[in-house]
């Protein structure tokens, strides 16, 4: 008897662990949903802020990727995703001259389908917020916001990362 309780309650157990793994963040205003493989993908570049002492890293998913590989950037291809995922900067506890990311802060992402956001450049735009991922924005109109400060790299196709150097990158 004791024992069927043990398994039913191993089983109810397990059956959380699932359901709390399913349950993805809300999408952001713009119906965009997270991408929810984007920690798999591979770097294009990386970036520290001095005024907001951030540090990020640029990753693409594998069409941004075979894109920056092969130098076709701008524009960049439809299907190319980039994920900017921004961490405090701190000092290392064991070598204070060096920084390394502290707590996580934001991810955010530009999708490109000319056909669906024709608005925007060709880039679906968003973003989610802190280790509980809330999506940012009130309403869709969040995108403008981002799209006016991507405005100096217009003749770039909006984006500021260039894919950094890396030898043997692609192999
Ligand atoms: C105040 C200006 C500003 C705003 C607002 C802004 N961005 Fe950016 N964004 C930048 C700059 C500058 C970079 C490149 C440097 C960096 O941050 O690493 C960048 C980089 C990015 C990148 C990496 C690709 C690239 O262009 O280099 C993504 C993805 C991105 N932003 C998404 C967004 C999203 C989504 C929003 C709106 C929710 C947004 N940005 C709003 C300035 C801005």
Redesign the pocket.
């Known amino acids: 008897m004791k024992r069927s309780i043990l398994i039913a309650a191993v089983l109810l157990a397990g059956g959380g662990l699932l359901m709390a793994k399913k349950t993805s963040p809300a999408p952001a205003p713009n119906g965009i949903e997270l991408p929810a493989d984007f920690a798999d993908w591979r770097l294009v570049s990386a ?1 520290m ?1 001095a005024d907001n002492d951030t540090m ?1 890293a ?1 990753l693409g998913n594998k069409a941004a990727m075979r894109a920056a590989r092969e130098g076709r950037v701008n524009p960049w291809p439809d299907g190319a995703v ?3 995922v921004v961490w405090r900067r701190v000092d290392m506890e064991e070598w204070s001259t060096a920084s390394v990311p502290g707590a996580f802060v934001q991810v ?3 999708i490109k389908n000319s056909r669906k956001y024709p608005e925007t450049g060709g880039w679906g ?3 989610w917020l802190g280790n509980e991922l809330k999506p ?2 009130q309403d869709a109109g ?2 403008k ?2 799209f006016s ?2 405005q100096p ?1 217009k003749d770039r196709d ?4 260039r894919p950094a150097a890396m030898p043997l990158a692609g192999r």
């Open positions: 970036s802020r990020r640029v980039l994920a900017k955010e992402f530009m735009f968003a973003r940012y924005g969040f995108v916001e981002c400060c991507h790299v909006y984006v500021f990362t």
